[in-house]
């Protein structure tokens, strides 16, 4: 009955190679995000998707690639992984974009990534 | 909230004493701006949020302040419990180009039984 669930909640990999981190949300919400948080807490917005299309993307390298099967999903796909990756990543969802009158954001877990 | 310095700033308050937690914002074009708690090991949750057009919001035990001339919104936290430690983070909706939520550094508030 989790709204907001990822998978795997922890990887450990080697630099170099292609990792997924999955998500789904359950609260019928149009908008879904994903966020970097690092080592300082520092949480910073990557990817937001709003209907199956890609609305920004904040200056992440082009390794990382979002992809929305349905509205209802927002995985990430990461190639070459690099140690500067290791950090926590949330995705979040929400029924408006921010600013709009249903933009509460409802946050996963989190999946903590670490790159050997 | 500016995500200035290296380490995460902190608050310590006595359990039932009233907490106050402040954010300095960037853009003055900001607004919609959004507290959130994030305890250990989960995802930031959702406290209150306020838009420009007011200057005060209130909720259950916890109430934000909006300062637009300085740029400065404030968390106030009533009768303070051990369940309110955690980190909070204050957001703004910069309006510049697509919506999108911008964190601020975040402050770790410890509540002393």
């Known amino acids: 009955d989790t709204a907001v669930s990822q998978t795997p909640k922890y990887l450990v990999t080697q630099m170099g190679n292609d990792k997924s981190i999955k998500c789904e949300q359950n609260l019928g919400h149009d908008t879904m995000y994903w966020y970097k948080q690092d080592s300082k807490k520092f949480l910073k917005i990557m990817f937001s998707y709003n209907n199956k299309e890609l609305i920004i993307n904040e200056t992440v390298p082009n390794r990382f690639s979002p992809k929305s099967p349905d509205k209802a999903h927002l995985n990430l796909h990461i190639n070459s992984l690099e140690l500067g990756d290791s950090a926590v990543y949330f995705c979040?969802?929400?029924?408006?974009?921010?600013?709009?009158?249903?933009?509460?954001?409802?946050f996963g877990p989190g999946t903590r990534l670490t790159v050997l | 909230g500016e995500s200035v310095g290296l380490h995460l700033p902190t608050l310590s308050v006595q359990e039932g004493d009233n907490s106050i937690i402040n954010c300095a914002y960037s853009?003055?074009?900001?607004?919609?701006f959004i507290w959130y708690k994030q305890e250990s090991g989960k995802g930031p949750q959702f406290i209150i949020d306020i838009r420009s057009n007011m200057d005060k919001r209130q909720g259950q035990r916890v109430t934000v302040l909006l300062n637009k001339t300085v740029k400065h919104l404030s968390l106030q936290i009533a009768a303070t419990q051990p369940g309110d430690s955690a980190v909070y983070f204050c957001?703004?909706?910069?309006?510049?180009?697509?919506?999108?939520?911008?964190f601020g550094t975040g402050t770790r508030l410890t509540v002393i039984p």
């Open positions: 957001a703004e909706n910069r309006r510049t180009g697509a919506n999108n939520l911008f």
């Open positions: 853009n003055s074009a900001s607004d919609y």
């Open positions: 979040a969802s929400s029924q408006d974009l921010a600013g709009g009158p249903r933009n509460e954001q409802f």
